[in-house]
């Protein structure tokens, strides 16, 4: 004699669209958790761009303060080994007294942009911008024989 097993009507299971159900919650839950995930990824990396190039830019900006005012001039390049992900601009204008709101600081104020960017020129840009001034008596030193 076979018995074959029966179904009762308080029996508990799963029907298949129950399943399918809670399947498609779950998807649209990792869906949801991946994409914050990525943006979390984005932000951070933007941070950590801005934080580098802002350090990047302080050390550059230190150098051309360490030149001599009539040697401030427009420049590019790289940062060399130790972020040779990242290229730099720098554009030097000088203020008269017009821009400057000064009277008599014509050729005495320089306007300095220093740019940085990722290397391909892929976003973001980070800028600084600084104001030089020529240190009084350095004109009888560079005239100076």
Known sequence: MCIVPTCSADS??????ELLLAVAILAAGCLLLFSVQATNADRAAEARFQTRAALLARHKLT??????FDQVADEAGDFGPESPDLLWEQGVHE????ESGLAGSAG??????????????????????????????SEAQETAP
Not at 12 to 17: D, N
Not at 63 to 68: D, I, K, T, V, Y
Not at 108 to 137: A, C, D, I, N
């Open 12 to 17: 508990r299971g799963f029907a298949l669209m």
């Open 108 to 137: 005495w104020l320089k306007l300095v942009e220093l740019r940085v960017r990722p290397r391909g020129g892929r976003q973001p840009l980070f800028t600084v911008r600084t104001v030089l001034m020529r240190h009084p008596g």
């Open 63 to 68: 150098a051309c303060r360490l030149q001599p």
């Open 95 to 98: 203020l008269g007294p017009e």
